[in-house]
């Protein structure tokens, strides 16, 4: 089997399918010897901002020189993007050596009768193999759906779990309260191990800390009041840091998303519940935040055009933020697509609702999720004025909004799946260029 014969394995795993029990995933992690023991986990859940906190740390991990490993999802453009090595997604020969391994012993344990693992958790065992053969130190983990249940939570001893914000998304598999998504979410807290968590919202953070306290696991809030921004710009926001850990710190952030001042705080703060001998200075910390690079979130990908995954109504929220904080100053234009299992209508009438755009083209994400590019714009014209375009191949849709987008900026939202096919496409033409 070669590389891209192992993709389409795993890619015709069905993705939304229902998880198996732990037990099951213990038994694949018991066959491959447990890798997940070899390396310090920090586990991280949360229903946004989790990636963006995961690539934080694993950036000032590298800057302190510390071999890190990094698994998230989803990928963008290629699946080798859910495991890297010190920021740098993994060669197709690693990843194809670790799936062979996790294959064998698929094949030994559905023989055996056991179920044979989903999408995600063929991934995180694949990750898990990596990062034992590449020998890192420490291993950022995202959950990739909730947390108790999820195939990540089979880990037993983390040095760390942080959970980000909490909101409404997935409500059909995590409940449909704030409340019971953070008492999914709170399940990755394990007995005496720190939990770090956005404190700002508090049906969450009672959640939280009822949980920390049953497991005896000291539990550190991050609350709004810790941060003072002190000044925006197109590319980086500077706040000053001040809590337990850290005294009056200046922090850059180079995104232009207030909610990323939160995640890199988050990250800040985990680094020092690991770190309590500072091993890694607050200097090395603070580098690391503004060397950090992290695709699809509010990422400036040519002059004037950022994309953002804003994909459910809290990462929406924030994305209007950061637009009506750039719309005082020049014009803004908007891509969009949605995928059919979020409520595409509500988001595009918050969207109309707070925000101006001189233009707005839509476009279709392919495959069985996809929602048309007429559908979406027929929303659209309910809620706007501005002149709206359907496109429905992605490539003509970017094309049509680079040329709409005058002097202004454009925001393309509203699915991670569009943001990586715009990648994806970028990525293509730079290399024609070269």
Same mark, same amino acid.
């Given at each position: 089997?070669?590389y891209?014969?192992?993709v389409n394995y795993?890619?015709?795993?069905p +993705?939304?399918?229902k998880?198996?029990?732990?037990e099951n995933?213990?038994?694949?992690?018991?066959?491959? =010897?447990?890798?997940e023991?070899?390396?310090?986990?920090?586990h991280?859940?949360?229903?946004?901002?989790?990636?963006?906190?995961c690539a934080?740390?694993?950036?000032?991990?590298?800057?302190?020189g510390i071999?890190?490993g990094l698994?998230?999802s989803?990928?963008?453009?290629?699946?080798?993007?859910?495991f890297?090595?010190d920021?740098?997604p993994v060669?197709?020969?690693v990843f194809?050596e670790?799936?062979?391994?996790v294959?064998?012993?698929?094949?030994g344990m559905?023989a055996?009768?056991?179920? !044979?693992?989903?999408?995600?958790?063929?991934?995180f065992?694949v990750g898990?193999?990596i990062?034992?053969?590449?020998k890192?130190?420490?291993l950022v983990?995202?959950?990739g759906?909730?947390g108790?249940?999820?195939?990540?939570?089979?880990?037993?001893?983390p040095?760390?779990t942080?959970?980000t914000?909490?909101s409404?998304? !997935?409500?059909?598999?995590?409940?449909?309260?704030?409340?019971?998504?953070?008492?999914?979410?709170a399940g990755? &807290? +394990?007995?005496?191990?720190?939990?770090i968590?956005?404190?700002?919202?508090?049906?969450?953070e009672?959640v939280?800390?009822e949980?920390?306290?049953?497991m !005896?696991?000291p539990?550190i809030?991050?609350?709004g009041?810790? $941060?003072e921004?002190?000044?925006?710009t197109?590319k980086?926001?500077d706040?000053?840091?001040?809590n337990?850990?850290y005294?009056?710190?200046?922090?850059?952030?180079?995104?232009?998303?207030?909610?990323?001042?939160?995640n890199?705080s988050?990250a800040?703060?985990?680094v020092r519940?690991?770190?309590?001998?500072k091993?890694i200075?607050?200097?090395?910390v603070?580098?690391?935040?503004? +060397?950090?690079r992290?695709?699809?979130?509010?990422e400036?990908?040519l002059p004037g055009?950022v994309l953002?995954?804003?994909?459910?109504?809290a990462?929406i929220?924030?994305f209007?933020?950061?637009?009506?904080?750039?719309?005082q100053?020049r014009?803004?234009?908007l891509?969009?697509?949605a995928v059919?299992?979020k409520?595409?209508d509500?988001?595009i009438?918050?969207i $109309?609702q707070e925000?101006?755009?001189?233009?707005i083209?839509?476009?279709q994400i392919?495959?069985?999720?996809k929602?048309?590019?007429a559908?979406?714009a027929?929303i659209f014209?309910k809620y706007?004025?501005a002149a709206?375009?359907a496109?429905? +191949?992605?490539?003509?849709?970017l094309d049509?909004a680079l040329?709409k987008?005058g002097? =202004?900026?454009l925001?393309?939202?509203?699915?991670l799946y569009?943001? =990586?096919?715009i990648?994806?496409? &970028?990525?293509?033409q730079t290399?024609?260029?070269h």
């Open positions: 089997m070669n891209e014969e192992a795993i890619s015709e795993v +993705k939304f399918t998880k198996n029990k732990a995933t213990l038994e694949l992690l018991r066959r491959l =010897g447990h890798p023991e070899n390396y310090k986990i920090i991280v859940a949360g229903t946004n901002g989790k990636g963006s906190v934080f740390t694993a950036t000032i991990l590298r800057e302190a071999r890190a698994f998230i989803p990928h963008l453009v290629k699946i080798n993007e859910r890297q090595i920021l740098e060669s197709d020969q194809l670790a799936f062979l391994t294959k064998e012993a698929i094949d559905v055996d009768g056991f179920y !044979h693992p989903t999408y995600f958790e063929i991934l065992a898990t193999v990062f034992a053969r590449e890192v130190e420490y983990m995202e959950t759906l909730g108790r249940l999820d195939a990540t939570n089979t880990v037993k001893h040095v760390a942080v959970i914000s909490i409404l998304d !997935h409500t059909e598999y995590l409940g449909d309260t704030v409340e019971q998504i953070a008492g999914e979410k990755i &807290i +394990k007995e005496g191990v720190p939990v968590y956005d404190g700002r919202n508090r049906e969450a009672r939280i800390r949980k920390a306290q049953e !005896h696991a539990a809030p991050f609350y009041e810790m $941060c921004i002190l000044e925006r197109d980086s926001i706040f000053v840091l001040n337990r850990y005294d009056s710190k200046l922090v850059r952030v180079p995104y232009l998303a207030e909610y990323q001042v939160v890199s988050l800040m703060m985990a519940v690991i770190d309590p001998e091993r200075s607050d200097e090395t603070i580098r690391g935040i503004a +060397k950090t992290w695709g699809g979130r509010m400036t990908v055009v953002d995954g804003a994909h459910n109504a990462g929220e924030e209007l933020k950061t637009v009506k904080q750039v719309q100053h014009p803004v234009s891509l969009f697509s059919v299992e409520d595409y509500e988001m009438r918050e $109309c925000a101006q755009f001189s233009s083209v839509v476009t392919e495959g069985d999720r929602v048309e590019a559908r979406l027929e014209e706007t004025d709206v375009f496109r429905p +191949k992605v490539g003509e849709a049509l040329e987008r002097d =202004g900026m925001f393309c939202a509203g699915s569009l943001v =990586g096919e990648k994806a496409i &970028i990525g293509r290399v024609q260029q």
